[in-house]
T-cell receptor
Framework: DTAVSQTPKYLVTQMGNDKSIKCEQN?????MYWYKQDSKKFLKIMFS???????INETVPNRFSPKSPDKAHLNLHINSLELGDSAVYFC?????????????FGSGTQLSVL | AQKITQTQPGMFVQEKEAVTLDCTYD???????LFWYKQPSSGEMIFLIY??????QNATEGRYSLNFQKARKSANLVISASQLGDSAMYFC??????????????FGGGTRVLVKP
């Protein structure tokens, strides 16, 4: 069983469209994250939820809206997609936010906006 | 604010040799944790090793060891006996004890390693 699974793996869409990426973890973790990896491989946190509560909201355009229906799921909805949104989006989870809590990552969603 | 710097964008290493990947960090947090992740060409992020700022000994995990020098704010990863499968991007990351920041994991820019046969 995959620990952190996200779908779809690839997403190709036109500018202006709205799209969603889904993430589920079966590790029993209570904290989930969305990271964005740009074309230069730089990883930057976007959001973090702890037990369905938003705890990190980095400077991200309002077009990005996370939703956590329960602590095992964290979805990312993106409105009015722009060319600059093209990137790999990673979902991750950890058991809390302790110093030694490593993140378990999903396999990533490659988003290409045309 | 936390900052992680990896100054080596890319490097070659001969198979079976050791390689050291540099990582320096900057933080005002009194306690923090340092991580290394590997990202092969397939794209997944794989946890390698962890070092706590108050750990007395340098962390080791199989062929991976972390050369932690707190005064110099460096946490270099050493991979011994390199294998072809070690070819990947390697990321240094830090989590500080700052609840206001949500204890996020901040990543460096990565180092690409290519192991030559």
């Amino acid at each position: 069983d995959t620990a952190v699974s996200q779908t779809p793996k690839y997403l190709v869409t036109q500018m202006g469209n709205d799209k969603s990426i889904k993430c589920e973890q079966n590790l029993g973790h209570d904290t989930m994250y969305w990271y964005k990896q740009d074309s230069k491989k730089f990883l930057k946190i976007m959001f973090s939820y702890n037990n369905k509560e938003l705890i990190i909201n980095e400077t991200v355009p309002n077009r990005f809206s996370p939703k956590s229906p329960d602590k095992a799921h964290l979805n990312l909805h993106i409105n009015s997609l722009e060319l600059g949104d093209s990137a790999v989006y990673f979902c991750a989870s950890s058991q809390g936010g302790g110093l030694n809590e490593k993140l378990f990552f999903g396999s990533g969603t490659q988003l290409s906006v045309l | 604010a936390q900052k992680i710097t990896q100054t080596q964008p890319g490097m070659f290493v001969q198979e079976k040799e050791a390689v050291t990947l540099d990582c320096t960090y900057d933080t005002s947090d009194p306690s923090y944790g340092l991580f290394w992740y590997k990202q092969p060409s397939s794209g997944e992020m794989i946890f390698l090793i962890y070092q706590g700022s108050y750990d007395q000994q340098n962390a080791t995990e199989g062929r991976y060891s972390l050369n932690f020098q707190k005064a110099r704010k460096s946490a270099n990863l050493v991979i011994s006996a390199s294998q072809l499968g070690d070819s990947a991007m390697y990321f240094c990351a830090m989590r500080g004890f700052a609840w206001a920041a949500g204890n996020k994991l901040t990543f460096g820019g990565g180092t690409r390693v290519l192991v030559k046969p």
